[in-house]
């Protein structure tokens, strides 16, 4: 995984077969039954890696949020793998709105996957996001979204679009990396 941070790793044998465990300092990574290492954590357990950290901005809202805005900063914390899906932990924290009047501070955790789409290589790799959990004032939502990576130049930056959606409305967060280097991807 691409995270900051300390890992403690080990490796257990029982009658022949090998188990490998990985389990990050921070608290966001767990293996499962099968070996394979599924992120879990809490909003705010470690700081994602500059491809997948992004500045969002509150683009539309509907249902009883309809007319706020608000600013969040989103992580994803995508489990390595060679597989198209991979298991992915998507983390949102408020940050400080332009303005106070109609502004939504939205902070939780969403535990769901990121899988690789057929894209030009040169424009960059893009993706689907589908997830769910609990997102402060939505409460349980469900998420649909894409996200973007760098191609072919020097530098660029990323992109991510992710609507989330529960039972008191929908609220669109668009958000972009920092800049980061060419190939760079969620």
């Not at 394979?36 to 969002?56: I, L």
């Not at 683009?59 to 597989?83: E, K, V, Y």
Request: charged share 10%; hydrophobic share 40%.
């Amino acid at each position: 995984m691409r995270l900051r941070g300390l890992y403690v790793v080990s490796v257990v044998c029982l009658a022949g077969a090998a188990t490998a465990t990985a389990t990050a300092v921070a608290g966001v990574a767990q293996p499962t039954a099968a070996g394979v290492t599924q992120p879990t954590a809490t909003a705010g357990a470690a700081q994602p890696t500059a491809e997948n950290a992004f500045h969002g901005n509150v683009t539309a809202a509907r249902g009883r949020l309809a007319g706020r805005h608000g600013r969040a900063g989103i992580g994803f914390f995508p489990t390595d793998s060679n597989s198209a899906t991979r298991p992915l932990l998507i983390t949102l924290r408020p940050r400080a709105c332009r303005q106070a009047k109609g502004c939504v501070r939205l902070r939780g955790t969403l535990n769901g996957s990121i899988t690789q789409v057929q894209s030009l290589p040169d424009t960059g790799s893009a993706f689907t996001i589908s997830a769910h959990g609990t997102i402060h004032p939505l409460g349980r939502v469900t998420v649909s979204g894409t996200a973007h990576g760098v191609g072919n130049a020097i530098w660029g930056y990323e992109s991510t679009r992710l609507t989330l959606t529960g039972g008191g409305g929908s609220v669109t967060i668009s958000g972009t990396s920092g800049r980061v280097p060419a190939f760079s991807s969620p």
